[in-house]
């Protein structure tokens, strides 16, 4: 078995790994507080943001007990960032920008490291690139619907989220397939999906929504500009 | 192990969950329209709905990773029903009686098969039907739940949807505990829960709410009648 | 390897996840009736209830298929539940008091045995007791989610839950750490749990907010006083 993910030296992949989930908390610890829910929902948010994407893919591919049970580094990292939003949340929703430059580094990290142990499994390259996009979208989704909300990947009103890793995990796959995958070309599909999501968010790049009713609300535009 | 799902030859039985799945890749894709959701939502809403019931039966009997997983047929066929609402989506909804067809025999279809490789994978035979089901009408809980929607499963208000699985899952398991499963009593099984499902939406069937809350309604209604 | 969960006999153990099903399938039950839902609903939102947390902890530790589908005892006493609810509802309703007092019971049982369960598949100390919170917890959340509500465990308009099942879990870790754990340590675990949840619904126990959220609402009680 080919263990691609021996990519980064095992100490380097875990710190990476640590501060994906941090940021991927705080997110979901901010979500709480907006909502106003308690310490423990505050808790509860944040781990299930930062834990779901992998937890998901591990049961996917039968790695159990997933490492969010063995890994307790992987556990206390939201705990952290439960007791630091929970003192200084509006000092965190200042640097909300701060924040989200982090979560998009979570984001290009997540879709890398998940499409590269979907491969490790034994999962052929088209799953493995479809479900590192879920490892990198799957907590954010999780966070959302527990708090009651329409998760905001699916929301057209939302700058470019899928996308962003989407790109990400096909050029490892790509990588994989013309067996170009080490450290290096790794490194680039990171910071290539978390530099699209920043441009995504800086010039509020959209996904467009289904064909005919943009056609027909241009339509009802251009009759209301004649009626007028 | 008895593999009673070589009941229809492999390639039809494949093509089948093919259609099964692009059915209801269909109704989560025209859900997440409904919803204003961007493309890459649809494609999302398509790929759960469509999978999901499914995966949650793979994860259950421990057959992972799931086939979702690593048939890429049944990871492509809600992307193509993606293009296809996100092109055609009024001409989708006009033939809303004709989706609803094909949902229904994805549900007959799938609780037939649902039930099937749950009793393969050692379950006993209520298990097996409950799976079965589970199998049927995960995927469009999973949708309505995305969609931040009551799921339709559990609302008084729509035609009777659980029932036919229930009643096709039943069928499965009374021929496998009389020996007299095989591909004409299995496709009986088929016909059957998709041929109720149809008579439900056709004369709107409902089930019925809880007890003393109709009698209730029923009084009011009475006394409101005396009233005037 | 330990097996710590044969504590008690056998059969008193299935007993008492028996009636732990029993009286979360009526809190799923009941909240089916109260959103309306048909009869179906109120047997699915039952079965997830009582069983959601059980099957989500056996997925985590690899335990499939989940005891939940190889025990018919588990599956059928969310079904006798559901009968109870719809012809008995307002009677149910009217003894709320005494649900809730079997829910706590159900609460302190699930978070004992769940801890139990995940320490002997192999899960650490901290997992272990983490993996039985969810146990605990877990089926409510889903009902919540599926009845389209915000999950009352996240909510901080409701009396402590989730502290007793923590402080239940913990001892129950404490007790293996310091290798004491049997039937009346066990025991005493449950009853603590099921005690400290007795106690927050009885003087209201509710856990704080995030910090500045409450100090700033506590200022703007202040000026309103000073302006009147």
Request: a neutral charge.
């Amino acid at each position: 078995m080919l263990h691609v993910h021996d990519l980064f030296t095992p100490s380097v992949q875990h710190a990476l790994d640590l501060v994906g989930i941090f940021v991927f908390a705080i997110s979901g610890a901010l979500l709480a507080v907006r909502k106003n829910f308690d310490v423990f929902g505050i808790a509860v948010l944040a781990e299930v943001t930062a834990l779901g994407g992998g937890l998901f893919r591990d049961l996917i591919i039968g790695a159990v007990p997933p490492a969010a049970f063995t890994d307790l580094g992987y556990f206390l990292m939201p705990l952290i960032a439960t007791v630091l939003v929970f003192f200084l949340h509006p000092e965190v929703e200042r640097t909300q920008a701060a924040v989200n430059v982090f979560d998009a580094a979570g984001l290009g990290l997540f879709c890398v490291t998940g499409t590269t142990k979907a491969y490790d499994y034994g999962l052929g390259l088209t799953s493995s690139a479809a479900l590192g996009l879920a490892t990198a979208v799957g907590g954010g989704v999780l966070r959302d619907v527990l708090a009651n909300e329409v998760p905001s990947l699916l929301r057209w009103d939302r700058d470019l989220y899928a996308v962003p890793a989407i790109v990400g995990a096909t050029m490892v796959v790509l990588c994989i397939r013309f067996d170009v995958l080490n450290g290096f070309t790794s490194g680039a599909a990171v910071i290539t999906a978390f530099a699209l999501r920043l441009l995504a968010m800086r010039y509020h790049w959209r996904a467009p929504r289904a064909w005919n009713r943009r056609s027909s609300a241009r339509e009802e535009d251009a009759q209301k500009a004649t009626a007028q």
